[in-house]
């Protein structure tokens, strides 16, 4: 499952407040606001600790949560290209 290695703004470059259920992230260095849903603040969080394809994500994201085999690796993918054309993560 090895693919396209990701990274993230470090946290100084974005503001994220929680707003029921969601998160309104602005992002400094576009001067973007985004409203965002689980798991794409996650996701961002994950990368956080170093740059990293969706298998390492994956790996990251279960040491927290709780996820399902097979559904997770579609998911995440699905976020990362979403996120990606928001300008939020970048390919290493």
Request: hydrophobic share 50%; no cysteine.
């Amino acid at each position: 499952m090895a693919g396209a290695r990701y990274i993230a703004d470090p946290a100084e470059a974005v503001e994220t407040v929680a707003l029921d259920g969601l998160s309104l992230l602005f992002h400094a260095p576009s001067g973007s606001t985004h409203i965002l849903a689980a798991p794409a603040p996650e996701i961002i969080g994950a990368l956080r600790e170093g740059p990293a394809d969706a298998a390492e994500l994956i790996r990251r994201l279960r040491t927290r949560f709780d996820l399902a085999e097979g559904e997770a690796e579609d998911a995440i993918r699905a976020r990362l290209d979403e996120l990606e054309a928001a300008g939020l993560v970048r390919r290493a």
